[in-house]
Every structure is written in structure tokens, then in C-alpha cells.
């Protein structure tokens, strides 16, 4: 099992960026795939961006264009570089663990407002 923390989220303006990372207890080479995940207040939770373990990433159309999945193995580390932040973008991210997302992370709150 993996324990997962996610840190980096908080107050932007519109336009604005923010990077979030996601660490693990335990080396993510060994892990298939790591996502990220966003619920909105009202809304399910969606997928954001995936890594595999080869480096495909795979983002949502909402965000192609404006968001960066990345990985560092040695930090056992994820990160979601988030640029030109939207109003709409405003959620809970979490990061996920594995192909059938086996483990979650508690989430960090990034709010996009004037």
C-alpha cells in the first residue's frame, strides 16, 4: 500500500499559476500509473492528468494546453504545474494511486477567484 500528500494548493487570481506535488511513502516507479483528480463544490470528481510509469500522460480537455503532469522518481514525487487558472478550475485536487485508483490522498484546495 501507498499513503499519499498532496500540498501546493491555495488562493489564485484568474491568469494565475500554482504548482501542486504529490508524495508518496513509497517508490512510484513501482506504481503503474499516478493521477490527478479535482471535485468541484456540486459536481463529481474528474479526472485531470494521468502518468504512467513509462511517462504517457494523458490530460482532460479542460486543461490540455494549460496544465503539466511531471514526475520525479527519486522524490517519489508527482507534480501538477497549473497555468492560466480559470475561474472554473476552483476544487479539491487529489492525487491517486494505480490504474483502479487503490489510493487517494487527502486533497489540497485551489481556489481561482478576483
Known amino acids: 500500500q501507498v499513503q499519499l500528500v498532496e500540498s501546493g494548493g491555495g488562493l489564485v487570481q484568474p491568469g494565475g499559476s500554482l504548482r501542486l506535488s504529490c508524495a508518496a511513502s513509497?517508490?512510484?516507479?513501482?506504481?503503474?500509473?499516478m493521477g490527478w483528480y479535482r471535485q468541484a463544490p456540486g459536481k463529481q470528481r474528474e479526472l485531470v492528468a494521468t502518468?504512467?510509469?513509462?511517462?504517457?500522460?494523458n490530460y482532460a480537455d479542460s486543461v490540455k494546453g494549460r496544465f503539466t503532469i511531471s514526475r520525479d522518481n527519486a522524490k517519489n514525487t508527482v507534480y501538477l504545474q497549473m497555468n492560466s487558472l480559470k475561474p472554473w478550475d476552483t476544487a479539491v485536487y487529489y492525487c491517486?494511486?494505480?490504474?483502479?485508483?487503490?489510493?487517494w490522498g487527502q486533497g489540497t484546495k485551489v481556489t481561482v477567484s478576483s
Open positions: 491517486s494511486a494505480g490504474f483502479s485508483r487503490y489510493a
Open positions: 502518468i504512467t510509469v513509462g511517462g504517457s500522460t
Open positions: 513509497r517508490s512510484i516507479f513501482s506504481i503503474d500509473v
